[in-house]
């Protein structure tokens, strides 16, 4: 394993997508990055963007993911418009992965065998997992010799104990199928743990936390002493709080009901995955946030009700993890809503001074992360620091490459 490692490309690429960043890794400066969009539809598209420079768009022509590949090389490799000369100069690449199940408690390094052991993992993510794993295989024919390094989703939350991850019915379900709550988001709720760590100048194994990541998918986790203790998403992420266009936590006896007036299991799966949340509740063909806080403004019972529902689920979940950690140091909110909607942070915070957060309101509203939103002598801080999950799969991969140097 080479132990001079200066540029990683990480690559997160999803059903119909692929984005992509390349870093310097020293420094932690990233060169570039971008997403081609709508792979195999017929009307592919690249956005590309140099640095902090502008980004451009462009129809490209991406039958399959290793099309997609490609054209990211070229971008990255053009004379007038690239960062580097040659893909040479590319040290390792680190590949998100939807699901690592209980096999892959960490990032590694993708060989034959353990690239067979995430193959076995297709029915965990049947979306999404073939295109992580085509990713990977594309890149070992592009990048002879060049190491590719899987970064779990779920492996962060791999610390869970067994109480707080199993379902409360038969054990014979976890051993046959592997049903058991995983995680998701963990590269993120990972990033955030760190950065609030550092934030709040403790070493990261004695931090307690809840973090909140909210975007469009959310999820939460307790973090005990640096470490998951439980997060919302279960086996799949359609668990925990209300989401975009995800039901979150409903009755299962809703699903069976369901079935028994006739819906079909992929039916119900389009209902609550696509469906639901925000835009199944506001009523206002939206799952967007700015969307739903305009509309509950402007007096649209939906768009009231949905977003009543998002802050009323989050503050139980942040009650229910602050006492499970024993009480927190630090609530934290990361996240395209977390970072970005006042409005919808205000719902929620607002109802924790029963916690010991202090809240500065004004901050909140005038604020952009990384800073507090509680008031300096609060007992317990809410922080909002951006999250930064293709860096994180950079320094993982890093981690993974010069292991024994
Ligand atoms: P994500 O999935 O993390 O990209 O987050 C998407 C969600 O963030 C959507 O619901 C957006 O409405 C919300 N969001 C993004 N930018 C803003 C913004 N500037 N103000 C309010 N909400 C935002």
Redesign the pocket.
């Known amino acids: 394993m080479p132990c001079h490692i200066d540029t990683i490309l990480v690559l997160n690429a999803g059903s119909s997508s692929l984005k992509f960043t390349l870093y310097k890794i020293q420094g932690e400066q990233r060169l570039a990055n971008g997403v081609v969009e709508r792979i195999a539809s017929g009307s592919a598209n690249m956005v590309y963007r140099r640095g902090d420079g502008p980004k451009t768009e462009k129809p490209v022509i991406a039958r399959n993911h290793s099309d997609a590949i490609q054209l990211v090389c070229e971008a990255l490799t053009n004379p007038e418009t690239g960062v580097i000369k040659t893909l040479r100069e590319i040290d390792a690449i680190g590949h998100r992965i939807l699901h690592g199940a209980e096999i892959f408690r960490e990032a590694t390094l993708m060989t034959e065998e353990t690239l067979s052991k995430v193959r076995e993992l297709v029915p965990f993510g049947p979306l999404h997992m073939p295109a992580n794993i085509g990713g990977i295989e594309a890149c070992q024919t592009i990048f002879p010799g060049v190491p590719n390094v899987g970064v779990f989703d779920t492996a962060f939350h791999q610390t869970m104990p067994d109480y707080a991850s199993h379902y409360a019915i038969p054990e014979i379900y976890y051993q046959k199928y592997g049903f058991r709550k995983y995680g998701f988001h963990g590269t993120s709720h990972h990033f955030i743990t760190d950065a609030a760590a550092e934030f709040l100048g403790k070493p990261v194994d004695e931090v307690n936390l809840v973090t909140c990541?909210?975007?469009?998918?959310s999820s939460l986790a307790a973090i005990k002493n640096g470490k998951v203790l439980d997060t919302t998403m279960g086996l799949t992420p359609l668990a925990g709080v209300v989401m975009?266009t995800r039901s979150g936590d409903i009755d299962p006896a809703v699903v069976l009901e369901l079935v028994r007036k006739g819906m079909t299991a992929d039916e119900i799966d389009n209902l609550l995955n696509k469906q639901s949340g925000?835009l199944g509740v506001g009523g206002i063909n939206s799952?967007?946030?700015?969307?739903?806080?305009e509309h509950a403004a402007a007096g649209y019972h939906g768009a009231q009700l949905a977003l009543q529902m998002w802050a009323h689920r989050i503050v139980q979940y942040i009650g229910a993890y602050y006492t499970l950690v024993g009480g927190a140091d630090a609530i934290v909110l990361t996240?395209?809503?977390?970072?970005?909607?006042?409005?919808?942070r205000d719902l929620v915070l607002s109802r924790l001074a029963c916690l010991g957060v202090d809240y500065d309101s004004e901050a909140n509203r005038t604020l952009r992360g990384p800073c507090y939103l509680t008031k300096p002598e609060s007992k317990t801080k809410v922080m909002v620091l951006p999250?930064d999950e293709e860096l994180m799969i950079a320094r993982e991969t890093y981690k993974v490459v010069t292991q024994g140097c």
């Open positions: 990541h909210l975007g469009n998918g975009g925000l799952n967007d946030m700015r969307d739903i806080v996240g395209g809503i977390g970072e970005n909607s006042w409005q919808a999250t």
